[in-house]
């Protein structure tokens, strides 16, 4: 079992930034491929960024690209998401992902509450 817990989501203005953090638990977190989504209200969870299944190579959405970096610590079981440049359209949900190398949600099998990212025009 895996259990993931965000944090770091806030109240931002556009152009600032922002860094998530999921720490997650059980003795796997290395070999796990993780990623981030997102969800804005009254929109479906999609993809933001994350890794391959051997951890060697990330992939971002276009919308994120060059603005977002996904990152880990093996040691500390954390998982990181970056973010600069930010836009309202940024705005919503941010969950982290353990169990799937996929751009789809529905590949996942863990899932973190959640960390609410507001970016103000």
């Known amino acids: 079992q895996v259990q993931l817990v965000e944090s770091g989501g806030g109240l931002v203005q556009a152009g600032g930034s922002l860094r998530l953090s999921c720490a997650a638990s059980?003795?796997?977190?290395?070999?796990?491929?993780m990623g981030w989504f997102r969800q804005a209200p009254g929109k479906e969870r999609e993809f933001v960024a994350r890794f391959s299944w051997n951890g060697g190579n990330t992939y971002y959405a276009d919308s994120v690209k060059g603005r977002f970096t996904i990152s880990r610590d093996n040691v500390q079981n954390t998982l990181y998401l970056q973010m600069n440049t930010l836009k309202p359209e940024d705005t919503g949900v941010y969950y982290c992902?353990?169990?799937?190398?996929?751009?789809?949600?529905?590949?996942?099998?863990?899932w973190g509450q959640g960390t609410q990212v507001t970016v103000s025009s």
């Open positions: 992902a353990a169990g799937a190398s996929s751009n789809s949600p529905t590949a996942y099998d863990y």
């Open positions: 059980g003795r796997t977190f290395s070999s796990r491929p």
